[in-house]
C-alpha cells in the first residue's frame, strides 16, 4: 500500500481544523435515522483516521472501533481519546485484510477512504470484509470522490495557509490525473515557517482513485450489500449529478 499519512497524518489535525465533524456525526446519525431498520449502536470507523468522527460518537453514546493503517493516524486518535470515551477502541488495520472477531450494527468510511483503495480487487477484498463484520441489514456509509464531477471540474492547484500562533503552514498541492485508471495523484509539499525561517518541509503524493456512481453499485452489489442511496455529501435529499465533487453512498448488508 502506498505510504501515506505518516508525515502528513503530524499535520492531519491542523490541515483539517476547519472541518466541522459534530456537523457531519449530525448527518450520519440522520443516515441511522432514516436508513436504518434497527437502532445502532455499535460503529465501525473503517479508516477512522485521528478520530475525527469515531471520537464525536462515541461521546453521543456508541460503541465505536476504529480502525486506520497508518500508525500515526491511530497514535493521534488514541492520544485525543484518552481519558474522555469509554466504549471507543482504535487498532492499526488494513481494511482490506482485518478481522476483529466482532460484528457491528453499522459501518462508516469517511472522507474518501476507499477512494485510497486503487485497485479493484482490494476494494472488492474491503467492502467484502466491511460486509462480513456488519450484522445482516446493517448500514455501510462513505463517500468517494464522484468521478461524473471530477472529469467535468477537473482537479486544479490549490494553496492553503493555516496560521498557528506564530507559525504558519503553507499546503500546496499538485494534482495530476491518470483518467484511464480513473487515478489522481495529488502531489502534496508542505512548509511550516516561523518568522521567515523554515522549521519543516516535506513532500508527499496520494493517489486517490474516483469512483462512478454505477461502478460503486456494482460493487457494493458484489460484496453483499443493498444500495439504499446516492447523495450529495451532507444532503440527504440532495440529487447526484455531474456538479457534486463528493458524493455519499450509503449501503445495507444483505442477510
Ligand atoms: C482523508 S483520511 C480520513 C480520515 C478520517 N476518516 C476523517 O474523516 O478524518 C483517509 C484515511 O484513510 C486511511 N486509509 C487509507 N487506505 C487505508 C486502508 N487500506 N486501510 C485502512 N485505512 C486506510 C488513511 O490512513 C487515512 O487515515
Request: hydrophobic residues 35%.
Amino acid at each position: 500500500m502506498q505510504k501515506v499519512f505518516d508525515t502528513y497524518g503530524e499535520y492531519y489535525d491542523i490541515f483539517y481544523s476547519d472541518k466541522d465533524y459534530e456537523k457531519e456525526c449530525d448527518f450520519i446519525e440522520k443516515i441511522f435515522k432514516s436508513c436504518s431498520a434497527k437502532p445502532v449502536k455499535s460503529i465501525l470507523d473503517a479508516g477512522c483516521g485521528t478520530g475525527g468522527h469515531s471520537i464525536l460518537l462515541a461521546r453521543r453514546g456508541y460503541k465505536v472501533s476504529g480502525i486506520d493503517a497508518s500508525r500515526v493516524m491511530i497514535n493521534r486518535a488514541r492520544g485525543k481519546s484518552k481519558g474522555h470515551n469509554t466504549g471507543l477502541t482504535f487498532q492499526v488495520s488494513d481494511i482490506r485484510k482485518f478481522d476483529l472477531q466482532k460484528r457491528f450494527d453499522a459501518c462508516i468510511s469517511m472522507f474518501a477512504v476507499l477512494d485510497y483503495v486503487t485497485e479493484t480487487d482490494d476494494i472488492l477484498k474491503a467492502l467484502g470484509n466491511i460486509r462480513r463484520h456488519l450484522r445482516p441489514s446493517s448500514i455501510f456509509t462513505f463517500d468517494f470522490w464522484n468521478g461524473l464531477a471530477v472529469l467535468r471540474i477537473l482537479p486544479s492547484d490549490r494553496v492553503k495557509i493555516i496560521e498557528k500562533g506564530r507559525k504558519r503552514v503553507i499546503r500546496t498541492v499538485h494534482p495530476e490525473m491518470d483518467a484511464l485508471h480513473h487515478i489522481c495523484k495529488s502531489h502534496y509539499h508542505v512548509l511550516e515557517t516561523q518568522g521567515g525561517k523554515i522549521l519543516n518541509e516535506f513532500k508527499e503524493t496520494h493517489v486517490v482513485r474516483y469512483f462512478f456512481p454505477q461502478e460503486i453499485a456494482h460493487y457494493l452489489d458484489d460484496a453483499g450489500f443493498e444500495l439504499v442511496k446516492f447523495c450529495p455529501f451532507l444532503s440527504l435529499n440532495g440529487r447526484v449529478d455531474e456538479n457534486e465533487w463528493n458524493v455519499m453512498a450509503i449501503a445495507r448488508a444483505r442477510g
